[in-house]
């Protein structure tokens, strides 16, 4: 009896590793890959040409940076724009670790508060039931269609009569309204069994403890993708200071950064081309860093959300 059992297992045991080995599920390199990577291989990099170029571009000396036609590649790579940007921070009438320190603060708040209200908002839309559900969940679809620049009256007028011009709270309360955001978590809870709720409603949980206790551990995925498009949106934004921001001290990294090349403020557009090319780079590196960091929960809450 015992050997017929040990020669079961080991014919599952060969079917097992015959499949991990076969093109099916190749454990390693698989000759059946080969078609995979003709495609994906060009695929990558294309589209990592466009960060090759932010990074080619810092380095370029002047010369490179008004070449015609325009390079792609460094061919003299200097550091001399990086220098040059570095001295022009220490000529700033308002130091520029003010305006570091704005971005640093208003961009960790943002995607804090972002994070709580789209994870309570989701948890509503996808497990509880309520009047307008889904009327609610349409107007967040529905919004997702539309373009910043086609709300950029409507949002300024609602700033303006909720008194909130000129104030560190405009940074904050528009960007809390992530359509995308609500989107993504409300279809990732709603791979969560509904079982698993009305299991601790019978134990006596509350809504807050299933929130924190159950939820929340559960789509952790999810609230750092949607932690990293608010990252992105908010430390990237020089749109809120220069529209509803007139005091300089208020005003963010990424709104200074933008100066560099403006004619509005004095500067040399042409003379400021290199500096502005090693601010993009600076300012391009706390996305890339994060985006590496959490891209693995970038992926599971693709797979998970309905997009791909």
């Given at each position: 009896?015992?050997?017929?059992?040990?020669?079961?297992?080991?014919?599952?045991?060969?079917?097992?590793?015959?499949?991990?080995?076969?093109?099916?599920?190749?454990?390693?390199?698989?000759?059946?890959?080969?078609?995979?990577?003709?495609?994906?291989?060009?695929?990558?990099?294309?589209?990592?040409?466009?960060?090759?170029?932010?990074?080619s571009?810092?380095?370029?000396?002047?010369?490179?940076?008004?070449?015609?036609?325009?390079?792609?590649?460094?061919?003299?790579?200097?550091?001399?724009n990086?220098?040059?940007?570095?001295?022009?921070?220490?000529?700033?009438?308002?130091?520029?670790?003010?305006?570091?320190?704005?971005?640093?603060?208003?961009?960790?708040?943002?995607?804090?508060?972002?994070?709580?209200?789209?994870?309570?908002?989701?948890?509503?839309?996808s497990?509880?039931?309520?009047?307008?559900?889904?009327?609610?969940?349409?107007?967040?679809?529905?919004?997702?269609m539309?373009?910043?620049?086609?709300?950029?009256?409507?949002?300024?007028?609602?700033?303006?009569?909720?008194?909130?011009?000129?104030?560190?709270?405009?940074?904050?309360?528009?960007?809390?309204?992530?359509?995308?955001?609500?989107?993504?978590l409300?279809?990732?809870?709603?791979?969560?069994?509904?079982?698993?709720?009305?299991?601790?409603?019978?134990?006596?949980?509350?809504?807050?403890?299933?929130?924190?206790?159950?939820?929340?551990?559960?789509?952790?995925?999810?609230?750092?993708?949607?932690a990293?498009?608010?990252?992105?949106?908010?430390?990237?934004?020089?749109?809120?200071?220069?529209?509803?921001?007139?005091?300089?001290?208020?005003?963010?990294f990424?709104?200074?950064?933008?100066?560099?090349?403006?004619?509005?403020?004095?500067?040399?557009?042409?003379?400021?081309?290199?500096?502005?090319?090693?601010?993009?780079?600076?300012?391009?590196?706390?996305?890339?860093?994060i985006?590496?960091?959490?891209?693995?929960?970038?992926?599971?809450?693709?797979?998970?959300?309905?997009?791909?």
């Amino acid at each position: 009896m015992t050997r017929v059992v040990l020669k079961r297992s080991n014919k599952k045991s060969s079917r097992y590793s015959g499949i991990r080995n076969s093109r099916i599920n190749p454990q390693g390199f698989h000759t059946s890959q080969l078609k995979f990577y003709l495609v994906l291989l060009p695929l990558a990099v294309f589209m990592l040409l466009p960060i090759v170029f932010i990074f080619s571009h810092a380095f370029k000396p002047a010369d490179e940076l008004f070449a015609y036609p325009p390079r792609f590649f460094v061919l003299d790579p200097t550091v001399k724009n990086f220098t040059d940007l570095f001295s022009r921070f220490s000529k700033s009438g308002i130091p520029v670790t003010r305006y570091l320190f704005n971005s640093i603060l208003i961009t960790a708040v943002t995607v804090a508060a972002s994070v709580v209200v789209s994870t309570t908002a989701a948890y509503a839309l996808s497990k509880k039931r309520f009047k307008l559900k889904n009327v609610l969940f349409t107007v967040n679809t529905i919004a997702l269609m539309f373009v910043p620049i086609a709300v950029t009256i409507p949002r300024f007028l609602i700033i303006e009569r909720l008194n909130l011009m000129d104030s560190f709270w405009v940074h904050i309360l528009p960007a809390l309204a992530l359509p995308v955001g609500l989107f993504l978590l409300k279809q990732f809870m709603d791979g969560i069994p509904n079982e698993v709720i009305e299991a601790a409603e019978i134990d006596g949980a509350t809504d807050v403890a299933i929130y924190w206790r159950i939820i929340l551990p559960m789509i952790k995925p999810a609230m750092a993708t949607i932690a990293i498009l608010t990252f992105q949106a908010t430390w990237n934004n020089a749109d809120v200071s220069t529209l509803y921001i007139n005091s300089e001290s208020l005003k963010t990294f990424a709104f200074y950064l933008t100066t560099l090349t403006s004619t509005a403020t004095g500067a040399n557009a042409v003379a400021g081309q290199g500096m502005a090319a090693a601010a993009t780079l600076i300012m391009f590196l706390p996305n890339l860093i994060i985006f590496i960091l959490l891209q693995s929960q970038v992926m599971s809450t693709m797979s998970h959300s309905g997009l791909k």
